[in-house]
């Protein structure tokens, strides 16, 4: 399956604004991972062509970073971060609250598809937040039970990132080129303040 007409514009556009294309990998591989859902064989090799590097940079870059699904998995990616800073405000707490709630354990997904749960020891960068969890590559923080519920409760009913319909391209000013809703979107982390 070909990547849709604004991923391939997306990955184009990283590659302008990086002076290396090479810069440009992991944000491309996010732009993949959120219109499929996960990154496949396929899709690497298409990432390899659009930013002109080599397959195997593509593979390696991919294959090293955990965050990169290769299956389907849950409709929603939910990440705990048991590393110090988050352990100290009681990230083992959160991780066990939610294996409790989900009835599931970390890396299992519940039994409606609807959430896959994981922790990771790896700082996830928000550590002022702490405990945070990472919702399908944004950050919940300062979590409380009342917040875990109130974000899985909203998980179980939402369709996956992939499956959200993108905005419409954006009409052109006169002189302008066609620009999409979507282009140059940075697939980041986007912080959900308390
Ligand atoms: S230690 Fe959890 S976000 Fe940094």
Redesign the pocket.
Known sequence: MSLRKETVAMIREYARRYPSAQSAIIPALWAVQHEQGYVTAESLAEIATHLELPPSLIESTSSFYSMFLTRPEGRHDVVI?V????GLRG?DEVLAYCERTLGIRAGQTTQDGAITLRSTPE?????GG???MQVDHRFEENLTSERIDAVFERLRTEPAPHEVVKPKAVAPVKGEKARSGVEGARPRARRTQK
């Open positions: 971060c590393n110090a800073p988050c990230a700082c996830l960068g928000a550590c702490a405990p945070m």
